[in-house]
Every structure is written in C-alpha cells, then in structure tokens.
T-cell receptor, first 116, second 111 residues
Framework: DGGITQSPKYLFRKEGQNVTLSCEQN?????MYWYRQDPGQGLRLIYY???????QKGDIAEGYSVSREKKESFPLTVTSAQKNPTAFYLC???????????????FGPGTRLLVL | QQQVKQSPQSLIVQKGGIPIINCAYE??????FPWYQQFPGKGPALLIA?????SEKKEGRFTISFNKSAKQFSLHIMDSQPGDSATYFC??????????FGTGTRLQVFP
C-alpha cells in the first residue's frame, strides 16, 4: 500500500516548545515538500527538498526547520521561534523534476498542530 | 509577486447543477495548471491538470477550460453530486518544485 503517511494526526505544543512532525513516503519519490494551510488561505510552502541531504526554504520558512537524511523521510520541526504555529500541516512528494511530466504532487493526510 | 487568484470563496449548488470555479494568474511563464480536491481533515488530491497548449480537458464529470490570452482557467463540474462537496484549489507552476496555490473554493452540493 503505497503513499504518504504523516504523524501524529493531532499535535499539541506548549509555549516555548519545539515539536516535530513526521512525514514518510514509500513512493520512491525524490522530491518532498511541507506546506502550511490556514483557514481561508491556500497552501503555503514552508520547505522543500529535491534530493537527500539537500533542502531549500519556501515562502514561510521562518520558525521552521527540516532534515532529509533518508529519501523516504522529511520531518518538520516547528520551533519556539514560530509565534503562530496553529495550522494544518501537509507533506507532499513528487517524482522529481527535470521532466514536466513529473510535477504532480501527492499529499499526505496532514497533521493539525494546536498550541496549548 | 507571483499569485493565483481564485473565486468564488464559496459556492452552493443543487444536485445536478454545474458549479464553476475560476482562477487567474499573472506570470506568463506558468505552464502547468492542476486542480486539487480536499475533503475536511484530509490532504488535497489531484483532480485534473492542464497545460497551456490545450484550451480544454475533460476527465469524467470534471472539465478544465483554459484561456491563455486572458490568463484564466476554470473548473466545471458537470452533474454535481453531494459527494463532490469539498474544497477545491487551483494551482500553477513554472518549475516543478514550486506550485502556487489559489485560496480555495468551498463547494457545497445539496440533494
């Protein structure tokens, strides 16, 4: 059963605490992405990774960090520097690029982060 | 700034109606225009996509119309069903690594 898994489904963060959201894919995709979704807004790109051990900032990277040590995993850490972390976080992956037929991004089920 | 403007924000139709969602873009270098469907609490799923070399694409009850000169594209849902009730996002990209999403349209189809 191939796809993208995200865990946990719900996550609660206390003030000043760092939390890490998990994203795993078994699609053998090279590219992975993290988006943030707020009510009434589109998806905004936080970070993306084209290949293992490499990643780039998206439009709203401040207060977030990522790592890409394995092809199938792209965890996102929401740091205490992110002052408004409450949102729905979506991980996605795609085959890669260099070929426009590989652009389709497949999304995981999301993690809802709430601040206590 | 690269943007994709989507309208309306919400849409209510009766079963069998044809909801139409519109998107407009500014960057003429965009060459890939997907539509995503998202149910509450779930991740978006690719519904249909189009490239600027065609003016229309159909997949089942879903049709994308594309107007390159006006820099607009739209999604039509034929014979809409209550199960189509979801949020729909248009998007556009110039490079495969960076989709620019619209703000979404919440569609409700009543029986």
């Amino acid at each position: 059963d191939g796809g993208i898994t995200q865990s946990p489904k719900y996550l609660f963060r206390k003030e000043g605490q760092n939390v890490t959201l998990s994203c795993e894919q078994n699609l053998n995709h090279d590219a992975m992405y993290w988006y943030r979704q707020d009510p009434g807004q589109g998806l905004r790109l936080i970070y993306y990774s084209q290949i293992v051990n490499d990643f780039q900032k998206g439009d709203i990277a401040e207060g977030y960090s990522v790592s890409r040590e394995k092809k199938e995993s792209f965890p996102l850490t929401v740091t205490s520097a992110q002052k408004n972390p409450t949102a729905f976080y979506l991980c996605a992956s795609s085959v890669g690029w260099g070929d426009t037929s590989q652009e389709t991004q497949y999304f995981g089920p999301g993690t809802r982060l709430l601040v206590l | 700034q690269q943007q994709v403007k989507q309208s309306p924000q919400s849409l209510i139709v009766q079963k069998g109606g044809i909801p139409i969602i519109n998107c407009a873009y500014e960057n003429t270098a965009f060459d890939y225009f997907p539509w995503y469907q998202q149910f509450p609490g779930k991740g978006p799923a690719l519904l249909i996509a189009i490239r600027p070399d065609v003016s229309e694409k159909k997949e089942g009850r879903f049709t994308i119309s594309f107007n390159k000169s006006a820099k607009q594209f739209s999604l039509h849902i034929m014979d809409s069903q209550p199960g189509d009730s979801a949020t729909y996002f248009c998007a556009a990209s110039e490079t495969p690594d960076k989709l620019i999403f619209g703000t979404g349209t919440r569609l409700q189809v009543f029986p």
